[in-house]
């Protein structure tokens, strides 16, 4: 089965202690698509300006990314400038232009109602709702969220996790949402706001996942040295839908194998900047580091 | 077999947010010792004044702790007094008072001497070499330090790892030590100073083993709540260190799940204050959350 996904389309200009990389293809929903794309067919759903790079294009297509519901716009696309410390965890905003992102309104084509699974990657929760709004009976929809939103359109948030099957946030959108330090305090408060599947992202520390079969502890591909994470969120989240969507099964079987080629595509994505390295990899690369991850946590 | 474990035998009042708690039975030492006699046969060596409470001798009794090496000086017990902020991650010291610590010399009883597993728990690396010097020819030996130690005694430190088969610190301090953000690159660092086993502990994000045989992913047991995490790391190692002494086969066999035994105590001490709750365990207790964990991770 296919995976939509929407989100947001940008170029991303990312500066590190070590390099400077500007305008790279980056964004949620094209990490998430990227990622995806390695397990399942995906039809992505966001928007470009007339200055959004050819190679980019070609970049999606070589990934069978399917781009019907990409719209190309007059105008800007949404820019992004970030610059990183030397730990590589913290980042700072340095520009965001949104250009064509200003005025946004998805909308899908007829043949992307009926996805059954769907990804709200980051992008405003207006936007997120409007999407799901347009679905016939999706099987399973997921969304990611950003600090930015839980501040300005937090409304909009707690109305969309009452829409939701899995909810994805990072540690400390979790604290902000839930004021709970603890994560696991925490995951019990977010169910009770909607999703029955319930996911914290810890970057290098893992991911916790919280569902009717209980915890779910997961790790992180050990990496020596993290090029970029910019990002890796994104990859992980897409990798999990993608591989949901063609495993057979349900939902509640598959979700932590997910979770763990999540882990891998995100690793990847940490190797190289924007999605340089995440292009290249293979299937046979992801298991390889699947396995690895099986052996790093066995006992 | 057993385990010789030195270390620090304190009185420790702690203060959390929600509680105050004076004169604790406290101290690395304390702590390790407990944990690892659920496992193994403990022998304590350390230093009480004239004031220590005749209720926690009896307590390390009731645990099987051979006290032989315990000396009692006149004089005040090493009393610690330190204060915890809401999050339950940062605390502060608010008093250190030495007392008959000041001039401790660990002295190992005869029959010590042969003890094929010793812990030197934290306390000052001078010490740690001190009791080292007393040994035969221990089986294997493992260390914990602490942010202290590797301010004012680091070239102590540095010449211990040379003696050691396994080092534990926190992410922190193997910052501090190596001066590398990433925890692989860090543990690669300090492979080369000596031990063939070196654990990071990462707090409530579980610890990482780099050993011969690999890494190895440790989670740490999922807590809703923290009442008090004074001691924690102790408990880890010392469950570690009393599982390693009992377990058939190799160390490198053994060490990881050596390690799972170690989260679990240590998740028990966290939820009591100073050693309330570790105490009132039981092995069936720690071998139902052992399976927990193995639930958790099975992917």
Aim: proline letters at 5%.
């Amino acid at each position: 089965m296919s995976v939509l996904i929407v989100g947001s389309t940008a170029l991303d200009s990312i500066k590190t202690p070590k390099a400077e990389n500007p305008r790279l293809l980056g964004g949620s929903a094209s990490h998430a698509a990227v990622a995806a794309s390695f397990f399942s067919p995906v039809k992505l759903v966001g928007v470009v300006g007339d200055d959004f790079p050819r190679r980019y294009l070609q970049l999606y297509k070589r990934h069978g990314i399917d781009l019907e519901g990409l719209q190309v716009l007059p105008g800007n696309t949404f820019h992004w400038s970030g610059e990183y410390e030397l730990n590589m965890n913290n980042r700072r905003t340095l520009l965001t232009e949104l250009g064509v992102f200003e005025t946004f309104t998805p909308t899908l084509p007829r043949g992307h109602q009926n996805s059954p699974f769907v990804l709200l990657a980051n992008i405003a929760p207006g936007l997120q709702h409007h999407v799901l709004n347009q679905m016939q009976r999706p099987r399973f929809v997921a969304a990611d969220t950003m600090d930015l939103w839980l501040n300005i359109a937090l409304q909009d948030v707690l109305k969309l996790l009452k829409r939701l099957d899995a909810f994805v946030l990072n540690d400390s959108e979790a604290h902000q949402l839930t004021k709970e330090d603890n994560v696991f305090a925490a995951l019990k408060k977010i169910h009770r706001l909607g999703p029955k599947y319930v996911i914290i992202k810890k970057g290098s520390h893992g991911s916790i996942l919280s569902s009717p079969r209980g915890f779910f502890i997961c790790p992180a591909y050990p990496l020596h040295k993290v090029v970029d994470p910019t990002g890796a969120g994104d990859a992980f989240v897409g990798a999990l839908m993608g591989y949901l969507a063609t495993a057979k099964g349900a939902v509640d079987e598959n979700i932590r194998r997910g979770m763990i080629y999540g882990s891998v595509v995100a690793s990847f994505c940490c190797e190289g900047f924007g999605l340089t390295r995440t292009t290249q990899i293979t299937r046979e690369q992801i298991n390889a580091r699947v396995k690895e991850l099986e052996k790093l946590t066995r006992f």
